[in-house]
């Protein structure tokens, strides 16, 4: 996954539905920076709903976000431009900065203490996601622009765990991207130069992640019930996120969306990610699930229990 820079600002609010996990749907939420509303990336959300992400189309700005609008800059010191990648549940995070002299690093932010995370003897980083135990994923390449031998890896405490070696032998680049409490890690890998497939990563054991069949599939994002986020394209080329639960796919688009990407979602199942639109611009949205009608049933269900109860009450009362 190739992550780009993105204004500061407040929200441009936008509540519509779209199908989400076996048949649901979502309330879905824009969120644009006044200052520069063309390029906005959200790229995870914990489970009290604070979310990571970055700004700026020319230079890239680090942020956490609370709704609605509590923006929080996030910059890795003295760096050129920050990216913050994933957030775990005590708040603390992982990123990309740029340093000054135009090398890309991974880093951690934990209770505010800021630490380059590089796999040793490499010339470009990458941290994609974080847990609740500070294990962050991510990878490394063998080049500066980061475009050759991307080799996946995990990390705690400065040691470093190869997670290249485990896919297959065809793979050429790939990609660490989430991890959750379990320490179950999703990613991707390019076994041609035009196509990617999704990987599951359980204890070393790798399970491919390849929704309808698509030729260009990436896992970006892992709660701790085991649901998994990313993107695909379609036959047509477009590109479309997905939401997975129990193995059963479904395909995901904000309202105006030209091509979407899902990075991120929680426990509660509200996924983050962004979009580009029919003017090319770069739009970050968070969407909450819409309780199933079923659910409402229940709570009619619950109500009229409640209603009968008072009934029967007042009328032993009136007795």
Request: hydrophobic share 40%; aromatic share 10%; charged share 5%.
């Amino acid at each position: 996954m190739k992550l780009i820079a993105a204004g500061f600002s407040a929200l441009a609010l936008l509540v519509a539905t779209g199908s989400g996990v076996q048949g649901a749907s979502y309330s879905v939420q824009n969120v644009q920076f006044p200052t520069d509303p063309t390029f906005t990336q959200l790229l995870g959300i914990n489970n009290a709903g604070t979310i990571a992400g970055f700004h700026g189309a020319v230079t890239a700005n680090g942020f956490t976000l609370t709704l609605p609008n509590n923006f929080t800059p996030q910059n890795f010191p003295g760096s050129a431009q920050t990216m913050v990648t994933g957030i775990n549940g005590a708040g603390s995070a992982v990123g990309i900065y740029m340093d000054t002299g135009g090398t890309t690093h991974g880093y951690t932010d934990i209770f505010g203490v800021f630490q380059t995370v590089d796999e040793p003897g490499t010339v470009f980083n990458q941290g994609l996601g974080i847990n609740n135990a500070n294990t962050t994923v991510g990878y490394f390449a063998l080049d500066q622009a980061g475009q050759t031998g991307q080799s996946a890896y995990s990390q705690q405490n400065g040691v470093f765990t190869n997670i290249n070696a485990l896919l297959p032998p065809t793979n050429q680049n790939s990609q660490a991207v989430g991890i959750n409490n379990a320490g179950t890690i999703v990613g991707f890998y390019l076994p041609t130069a035009t196509t990617s497939i999704g990987f599951l990563d359980q204890g070393g054991v790798i399970t491919t992640i390849d929704p309808f069949a698509s030729t260009f599939t990436q896992a970006l994002g892992i709660n701790n019930l085991g649901q998994v986020v990313g993107l695909y394209t379609d036959t047509g080329g477009a590109q479309h996120g997905y939401v997975e639960a129990n193995g059963v796919f479904s395909s995901f688009d904000p309202p105006g969306s030209v091509n979407t990407t899902i990075n991120g979602l929680n426990d509660l199942g509200q996924i983050v990610g962004f979009y580009t639109d029919a003017n090319d611009n770069v739009i970050g949205f968070v969407g909450t699930p819409i309780p199933e009608p079923a659910s409402f049933a229940l709570l009619g269900a619950g109500l009229l229990g409640l209603k009968i109860m008072l009934r029967r009450r007042h009328g032993h009362e009136r007795a």
